[in-house]
Nanobody, 122 residues
Framework: QVQLVESGGGLVQAGGSLRLSCAAS????????MGWFRQAPGKEREFVARISWSGRSTYYADSVKGRFTISRDNAKNTVFLQMNSLKPEDTAVYYC???????????????WGQGTQVTVSS
């Protein structure tokens, strides 16, 4: 079993930055591929970014490419999402998730965190 706990959300002005963290526990956590998803009010959950278990492969949604960076520290079982140049449309609850498959599809992720709120004011 793998547990995921996100942190780092908050309120920021447009153009600002936030860094989300996702702490994973469980003996297989460092061997899993990790992803970030988000869900805005009234909208479906959407893919943001993913990173392979080794950290060598990353993939981003077009909406965040060039502004967000996903990374991981396997020694600390932690995944990060650095978010720069934030826009009001980035406002959502952000979820960390883990999967044995290197995928961007939410239904292929087995483990999910509780989410952290990110609010970007204009």
């Amino acid at each position: 079993q793998v547990q995921l706990v996100e942190s780092g959300g908050g309120l920021v002005q447009a153009g600002g930055s936030l860094r989300l963290s996702c702490a994973a526990s469980g003996r297989t956590a460092s061997t899993l591929h990790m992803g970030w998803f988000r869900q805005a009010p009234g909208k479906e959950r959407e893919f943001v970014a993913r990173i392979s278990w080794s950290g060598r492969s990353t993939y981003y949604a077009d909406s965040v490419k060039g502004r967000f960076t996903i990374s991981r520290d396997n020694a600390k079982n932690t995944v990060f999402l650095q978010m720069n140049s934030l826009k009001p449309e980035d406002t959502a609850v952000y979820y960390c998730a883990a999967t044995p498959s290197n995928t961007r599809y939410a239904n292929e992720y087995n483990y999910w965190g509780q989410g952290t709120q990110v609010t970007v004011s204009s």
